[in-house]
C-alpha cells in the first residue's frame, strides 16, 4: 500500500497547500475551475458519484488514510500533516480529508421537466440552501435551480449543509424569470411562496408529481415579477407569535405537503 501515497505535505506554505487554500473563495474556485469537498462523508459521496477524471486530488491525513485505507487503497492520495489539515480545514476541528474536485460544465438545460424541482430566487445563506437541498434529496425531489443572486452551490458552507445531496438531484443555475414563463406556457405548475392575502393556505392544496416550488429570499420574500407568473402562491398559516418562519423551515413543510408519495 505504501507505494501507492508517495506524495507528502508537511508544511502549510506548501504551494499546493496556499493553491487549495483558494478554493474557499469564490475568486479562486473560478480561477481554477475546482471546488474543495472536506469531511470523509463528502469524499466518500463523491468518490461513490464522480467520474474518477473529475476527482483532480485527495488529501488526507495518516489517521485517515488509516480509517479509510479499504475505500482509498486504489486511490493516489497526497498525505498530508495535521498542520496543513487545519490550514485547509473551514471549521475548527478538520476532519482530515479533502478531495479537489473539477467544477463541471453544467448539462444541457432540459427543454420540460419532470418530476418536483426547488427552485431558489435569491436565496443568500449559505446554511439555508444547504439545508433546502438535502431537503429537497430527503423529499423525493427531482432537482434545484439556483436562481441569479442565489450562492453558488460550491460554497464551502453550502457544500457541508448539503451533506451530499447535490450527488442525488439534478443541479442547474438559471436566471428564473423566463424559466418560470416557460413553464407556465407549457402548463406545468409553479407554486409560489407569499405572505399575501391572495395566496392560498398550503394544507389546500393537493399533493402532485409534477410541479416546480419556488423560495425567495430569506428578508424580501420572491421577485414580484416571478410571483405574477407563478400558477399559484402558497403561505403557510402562523398560529403563535412568531412573524415569519425560516425559509428553509417553511421549504421543508411545503416539500414534504407537495410532494407525498
Same mark, same amino acid.
Given at each position: ?21 483558494? &478554493? ?13 469537498? +472536506? ?5 466518500? +459521496?463523491? &468518490? /461513490?458519484?464522480?467520474?474518477?477524471? /473529475? #476527482?483532480?486530488? #485527495?488529501?488526507?491525513?495518516? $489517521? *485517515?488514510?488509516? /480509517?479509510? *485505507? ?39 438545460? @432540459? ?36 436562481? %441569479?443572486?442565489?450562492?453558488? $452551490?460550491?460554497? %464551502? ?11 442525488? &438531484?439534478? &443541479?442547474?443555475?438559471? %436566471? ?30 393537493? @399533493?402532485?408529481? %409534477? ?11 420572491? $421577485? @414580484? ?15 403563535g407569535q412568531a412573524e415569519s418562519l425560516n425559509v428553509a423551515v417553511a421549504a421543508a413543510i411545503l416539500m414534504f405537503q407537495l410532494h407525498q408519495t
Amino acid at each position: 500500500m505504501g507505494e501507492r501515497f508517495m506524495n507528502r505535505i508537511d508544511s502549510k506554505k506548501n504551494p499546493t497547500v496556499k493553491a487549495i487554500k483558494k &478554493l474557499t473563495t469564490p475568486a479562486g474556485r473560478k480561477k481554477a475551475n475546482q471546488y474543495l469537498l +472536506e469531511s470523509w462523508h463528502l469524499v466518500g +459521496e463523491a &468518490l /461513490q458519484h464522480l467520474p474518477t477524471t /473529475q #476527482i483532480n486530488l #485527495i488529501l488526507a491525513t495518516d $489517521q *485517515q488514510l488509516l /480509517q479509510h *485505507q479499504a475505500a482509498l487503497h486504489d486511490k493516489n492520495v497526497t498525505v498530508i500533516s495535521n498542520e496543513v489539515a487545519k490550514e485547509l480545514g473551514a471549521t475548527s476541528t478538520p476532519q482530515g480529508i479533502f478531495a479537489v474536485v473539477n467544477i463541471p460544465k453544467q448539462r444541457q438545460f @432540459p427543454q420540460s421537466l419532470q418530476g418536483a424541482w426547488l427552485l431558489l430566487d435569491d436565496v443568500q445563506d449559505p446554511g439555508n440552501i444547504g439545508t433546502m437541498v438535502r431537503t429537497a434529496d430527503a423529499a423525493g425531489f427531482t432537482g434545484v435551480i439556483f436562481g %441569479d443572486g442565489t450562492a453558488s $452551490q460550491y460554497n %464551502d458552507k453550502v457544500l457541508r449543509a448539503m451533506q451530499g445531496s447535490q450527488f442525488h &438531484l439534478q &443541479l442547474f443555475r438559471t %436566471d428564473l424569470l423566463p424559466l418560470v414563463k416557460r413553464l407556465h406556457q407549457q402548463n406545468f405548475p409553479v407554486f409560489g411562496t407569499a405572505l399575501d392575502p391572495n395566496a392560498q393556505n398550503y394544507c389546500d392544496v393537493q @399533493p402532485i408529481s %409534477d410541479f416546480a416550488l419556488v423560495m425567495g429570499n430569506e428578508g424580501n420574500g420572491m $421577485q @414580484p415579477e416571478l410571483l405574477r407568473q407563478t400558477t399559484n402562491n402558497l403561505y403557510i398559516p402562523i398560529t403563535g407569535q412568531a412573524e415569519s418562519l425560516n425559509v428553509a423551515v417553511a421549504a421543508a413543510i411545503l416539500m414534504f405537503q407537495l410532494h407525498q408519495t
